[in-house]
Nanobody, 123 residues
């Protein structure tokens, strides 16, 4: 069992930055690939970014490539999402997720989810 707790969300103006954190706990948590997803009102949950268990490989949605950076610290069991050049369309609840499988962008492939943290970008 893996527990995930997100933090770092908030209200920011367009063009600003935020860093989200996801604290993970449980057995073998450092063995899981980790991802960030987001869900805006009346929209489906969508992939944002993912990182392998080692941190050696990352994968991004086209909509955030070049603006967001995912990273992890396996000593602290924490995954980060650094978000820059934020846009109003980035407004959503951001979720951290863990998969024992390969790094991927599919919601159904992730085994554990956090409760989410709200990010609001004002224009």
């Amino acid at each position: 069992q893996v527990q995930l707790v997100e933090s770092g969300g908030g209200l920011v103006q367009a063009g600003g930055s935020l860093r989200l954190s996801c604290a993970a706990s449980g057995r073998f948590v450092s063995s899981y690939a980790m991802g960030w997803f987001r869900q805006a009102p009346v929209k489906e949950r969508e992939f944002v970014a993912a990182v392998t268990w080692s941190g050696g490989s990352t994968y991004y949605a086209d909509s955030v490539k070049g603006r967001f950076t995912i990273s992890r610290d396996n000593v602290k069991n924490t995954v980060y999402l650094q978000m820059t050049s934020l846009k109003p369309e980035d407004t959503a609840i951001y979720y951290c997720a863990a998969t024992y499988g390969n790094i991927n962008s599919r919601v159904e492939q992730y085994d554990y989810w956090g409760q989410g943290t709200q990010v609001t970008v004002s224009s």
